[in-house]
Structures are given as structure tokens and as C-alpha cells.
């Protein structure tokens, strides 16, 4: 079956390579699936912008120097059967679900029931690039993923089998060898920090498995974050990439590798011109390691956290908002064991200056395991060290959850000031009803005002207020006076440490909106 007709069943595509081209044995349920309103699919694919142009009045002479070094990456795997609740396989990509959840299904056919299929054999096509003239080759992580055996096909046509030196499934970076009887052409790296939104770049591959093809386009974007993992940093291209890029390399005007095409937003199976790319002076030093050791072991530190905002950060005597608000620490964690609390403000870690949770997952994740380093935090008005020994996880650093509750609650009790609450004390028929343990201290929100402050900063009834102002309160009294004191300090915002379904989350509420 054409890879055509799988980018039919996967409208939106959160993943560029690894379009599955299944065995004739499923064609029949392969062809159901494309029959659901997705005929016009073809032609879709956007071309380059108009009036870009190169250098020279033309791209050749990049593209002869860079085309003999990309090459397509073909693996077996198992494929699955589509399960009879969805219709349809699920992509290989850690971006799939991410699309799904922040775009919806949009574009996507109505869901199908298959008749029941055995497991068959499948191959997906991806590409990839030659850094090394030894046969050396980077591609994402994605496209290998799950293979019993990989295949690499040069430019020239050559069939060479392929072995897997190492994969890091965070980065979505992947490193095979293949050997042949000759040295064999390379690109080279590039800077991709001096990329700036604007820049022309190519991208290379294999889209669709139709050969080797050149587009050529803008960074649209710098930075953007996909939620896929603790190194989101994304190059937003409009150079047309489709499924079966994975892998490719982006190039700069000089022919130099400035990132790796990876996943693209489609309502439709083909290219809007919305691509992302790792970039390259992320994807080289994981390509080192990944050459050295075969994997990677990341940090782990043990601590939910979330943005520091202009509100938290008037809220608990900062001077600006910055660093990364630890809204839990887990259990005999290395946060833990050196000390860090509920409330601390991290502001640098490792010497690095952390401005946003982003940083410090970042910094965390690239040291060491059982390396020592230094956290500096703000805890209750002061500054302060801590030494924390670096540990191992795979979750590593990870934000806090927004997730709602809405655990509704009929009664009214205390009223705070200014920000529109209604408080319950939890008594035991309420933490009965709402399920608590009996370590659970604070005040049941009851009713919030739709009009005041605490409504606009997220606050729900059924949340639960343990601190204010980062000191636990055990009654809807102790909240309501803590509240005035704020206000009375002359303090901007009030930062309440609210429990909802498990989780804590510090919430900023400002006065001047009550």
C-alpha cells in the first residue's frame, strides 16, 4: 500500500517520518479508513512562499553539496491493529498526543470499526543525515523507535543495512552506523543559535517515500515548546516537510545543518507550513554523547514547580518575577533530603540563573546523575543556599498541574476580604465527604465570587487553601485574617497554596482586582 494512503488515515499529523506502509494483508482496513472524507487530501501541500529567493538567484549549488549526504531510513516493525474505541493506529511520535490535546480533532475522520486484524509486519520510512565519512548517521528517535531491523538507502541508490549506536527518546534524537566500501560525503553542523526568525533554511529528505526532495522556506519562529519533553526548544519553519522528512536535515544559506526536521501541525495530512525542527546546537551534543556512550542519563531533582508571576512574586517580597515556585516536593526525593521546601523560589541552579520552570527543568536534566550542585532560593522574604545531590529519573523535573476541580460546595461560611471567598473549616463530615485524610488542614472553598479577584486567578469551590502568604493556616478563620494582614501590608496580592485533586498549585490573587 502507498504511503499516500496511511498519511490519509493520520489527517493530523503530529509526526513528519515513520509513515507506515502496512502489508497487503490490511489493505482492506487501510482503505476503509481513507474512504472517510478524506479524498482531498492530494495536492494539498503548500509551496514555498513567494519572493524568496537565494543568494545567488539560485539554491543548487547548497543543494548539490548537502543531497549526496541525506539519506532515507527504512525500518521493520510489528505493526498493531487498530483498536475497535479509536479506528485508527496511533502515530509513533511523542507529539501525537500533544496535537490531539491542543488542537483537538480537528479535520480528523469520524472513528471506524475495523474488523478484527492480526499483528503484521510493516515498514516505516523516515530520513536522515551522514555527519561522519565513516557512515555515521542522525535521525530522530522516532523513527527507529520500535524497530526490529533499520535499512539506510544513499542517495546513489545503495541499500546498506544499518545498526543502532544509540537513541535518546527526550531530545527524539537517534544515532545508527552503517558500513560501506568507500568514504562516504558528510554536512556539516551549523549555529543555530545565530538563527534569527526570518532566515531562509532548506529542509532535505524523503517526504512520502517519492525520493530524496529540497524545499525552501523561513524560521517563522524561534523557541517554541511542544510540551514533549524538558528541552523543547523548537525551530518553526515554513519550508513544506511531510511525513517521511523525520530525520532530514534543515540547512542554512551556507549548506550547514542548522536542525532536524521533526514534527509538523496539519489539519489536513500534508504541510500548512507549520514545521518544527530540533536545532542543531541542541541535537550535537546529544549526538556526542549518544556516539560515546549509546545513552544518556539525566538529572533528577524531585520537585513540582510552576512560573513565578509579577502577582507570586509582590505576593512573597520578590522584586521581579522570575525562577521556578516549588509548589510540591515528592518524597524522599533529592529535593528532599537537602531540604527544599513547599514555597521556595528557586532562582539559579548549578551557577545558571533560572528564569522560568522551563530553565531549571532544563539545567536539572543535563547534569549528571550523583553530581553535587548548588540551588539558590528565595524561602519566606530571605535568600539561601542549598547544596542537593543530583539524582536519577526518568520523570525528572516536571511543572505542576493546572487541572481543575470542580468539586462543587453548597454551604457559605467566612468570608475573606477583597477577593471573594466563601470558607468552610473542614469538619469531619466534610472530610468525609470530600474524601481527606485526616493530615489534611486549611479551608474548603465554598463559593467564589464570579466578580472578585479569586475567580479571575483560577480559584474553584472545592479547592482547599493549606498556606497564606507560604504559612499553613488550619481553619477558614486563620485564612480570612491572614488575608487582611496581607492587605493591611500594603502587598499587591495575596499567594495562596490551593490542593486540588491531589496535586498543589501557589495561586497569586491580587488585591487590586477585589
Known amino acids: 500500500m502507498s504511503s499516500l494512503k496511511i498519511i490519509r488515515r ?44 537565494a543568494p545567488n538567484g539560485s539554491f543548487a549549488p547548497i543543494v548539490a553539496a548537502d543531497k549526496p549526504a541525506v539519506v532515507t531510513v527504512t525500518t521493520i516493525m510489528k505493526a498493531q491493529p487498530a483498536s475497535a474505541d479509536d479506528g485508527m493506529p496511533l502515530g509513533n511520535s511523542p507529539f501525537d498526543q500533544y496535537f490531539r490535546q491542543f488542537f483537538g480533532d480537528q479535520g480528523m475522520p469520524a472513528p471506524q470499526t475495523p474488523p478484527p486484524q492480526q499483528a503484521q509486519r510493516a515498514e516505516a ?55 560501506a566500501d568507500k568514504s562516504l560525503p558528510t554536512v556539516k553542523w551549523g549555529d543555530s543559535d545565530r538563527l534569527m526568525t526570518g532566515d531562509q533554511v532548506l529542509a532535505i529528505g524523503n517526504p512520502f517515500g517519492i ?24 525551530i518553526q519553519i515554513d519550508a513544506p516537510i511531510n511525513h517521511g522528512n523525520s530525520g ?23 504541510s500548512v507550513g507549520v514545521g518544527f525542527a530540533i536545532p542543531s546546537d541542541q541535537a550535537q551534543k546529544v549526538v556526542a554523547k549518544l556516539m560515546k556512550d549509546g545513552s544518556i542519563q539525566y538529572g533528577y531533582l524531585g520537585v513540582e514547580i510552576q512560573p513565578v508571576t509579577a502577582d507570586v512574586a509582590s505576593a512573597i517580597g520578590l522584586d521581579h518575577a522570575g525562577g521556578a515556585l516549588v ?19 528557586i532562582t539559579s541552579f548549578a551557577g545558571q540563573d533560572v528564569k522560568d520552570p522551563k530553565d531549571l527543568s532544563r539545567a536539572v536534566a543535563d547534569v549528571a546523575p550523583g553530581a553535587k550542585e548548588s540551588l539558590d532560593v528565595w524561602r519566606k522574604g530571605k535568600a539561601m543556599q542549598i547544596s542537593v545531590a543530583v539524582g536519577q529519573n526518568s520523570d525528572d523535573v516536571k511543572t505542576a498541574s493546572t ?16 477577593i471573594g471567598l466563601g470558607l468552610l473549616d473542614i469538619t469531619p463530615d466534610i472530610r468525609q465527604q470530600m474524601n481527606l485524610a485526616d493530615n489534611e488542614h486549611g479551608a474548603v472553598v465554598a463559593r467564589v465570587n464570579p466578580d472578585k479577584a479569586a475567580a479571575a486567578a483560577g480559584i474553584q469551590p472545592g479547592d482547599i ?48 482586582n477585589g
Do not use: M
Open 10 to 53: 493520520h489527517r493530523v499529523a503530529a509526526l513528519l517520518g515513520a509513515a507506515l506502509i502496512i502489508s497487503p494483508f490490511v489493505v482492506s482496513f487501510a482503505q476503509s479508513a481513507s474512504n472517510a472524507g478524506v479524498s482531498n487530501v492530494v495536492g494539498t501541500t503548500q509551496t514555498p512562499v513567494a519572493g524568496i529567493t
Open 125 to 179: 520510512l523516515g530520513s536522515g543525515f551522514i555527519v561522519d565519512a565513516d557512515g555515521t548517521i542522525v535521525t530522530n528517535n522516532h523513527v527507529v523507535d520500535g524497530a526490529s531491523s533499520i535499512k539506510v538507502t544513499l542517495d546513489d541508490g545503495t541499500e546498506l543495512p544499518a545498526k543502532l549506536v544509540g537513541r535518546d527518546a527526550k531530545n527524539d534524537l537517534a544515532v545508527l552506523k552503517i558500513k
Open 211 to 234: 525520493g530524496t526532495t529540497v524545499t525552501a522556506g523561513i524560521v517563522s519562529a524561534r523557541g517554541r515548546d511542544l510540551h514533549s519533553g524538558p528541552f523543547d526548544d523548537f
Open 248 to 270: 532530514g536535515p534543515l540547512v542554512d544559506v551556507n549548506g550547514n545543518v542548522v536542525g532536524i526536521n521533526t514534527a509538523i501541525y496539519s489539519p489536513n495530512g500534508g
Open 327 to 345: 509548589s510540591k516536593v515528592n518524597d524522599s526525593s533529592p529535593a528532599a533530603s537537602a531540604g527544599v521546601e513547599t514555597g521556595d523560589v
Open 403 to 418: 487541572d481543575s476541580s470542580d468539586t462543587p460546595s453548597t454551604e457559605q461560611g467566612s468570608r475573606a476580604p477583597a
Open 465 to 512: 487553601i493549606a498556606a497564606v502568604n507560604q504559612v499553613p493556616v488550619k481553619s477558614a478563620r486563620q485564612v480570612t485574617q491572614a488575608i487582611a494582614q496581607a492587605s493591611k501590608s500594603g502587598r499587591k496580592s495575596v499567594l495562596l497554596l490551593v490542593e486540588r485533586d491531589g496535586s498543589q498549585i501557589y495561586v497569586a490573587v491580587p488585591f487590586a
